[in-house]
């Protein structure tokens, strides 16, 4: 079973009528990719099953694997690598559901960012606030949502 789709993913369905598998923000998505060809930036969907797996049985075996091929593919694509001290690749972590909650949802941003890799987006953006201050907000999301 596929636990994680990317938003290119050549689905035999139309992904809007993959709600109950993406969510709405990942069908969404999906469908601004790989149909409609919008200039969406490259990412994935862990689906709904994965949830519903964890939920069940604990963390599904297979998720881990797909997780990290799913990262090193976005990595490619984007030619940054997660944690990279020189040059990292930031990502954005959205919960999600059939139907549109908003402000019930909860987001991490700038998911990448760490000790090293925060002087890394100092120096491509020649912006050292911009960079510690995403650095900051995304301990402050980490620290209300995640722990």
């Known amino acids: 079973m596929t636990l994680i789709y990317a938003f290119d993913h050549k689905h035999r369905r139309a992904p809007m009528s993959m709600k109950d598998l993406l969510g709405g923000k990942g069908a969404n998505l999906a469908e601004m990719m790989s149909v409609l060809k919008l200039p969406v930036p490259h990412g994935f969907t862990v689906t709904t099953d994965a949830c519903r797996n964890y939920m069940h049985s604990g963390w599904p075996k297979s998720l881990d694997k797909e997780l990290a091929a799913h990262v090193s593919q976005l990595e490619k694509k984007m030619g940054a690598r997660l944690g ?34 925060v002087k890394g987006l100092a120096g491509s953006t020649k912006d050292d606030r911009f960079a510690y201050d995403s650095y900051r907000r995304f301990i402050a999301m980490y620290g209300r949502i995640v722990l």
């Open 84 to 117: 990279d001290p020189v040059n990292p690749l930031l990502v954005s972590v959205r919960s999600g559901a059939k139907f549109s909650m908003p402000g019930m949802m909860d987001t991490v941003l700038n998911l990448g960012l760490n000790d090293r890799s």
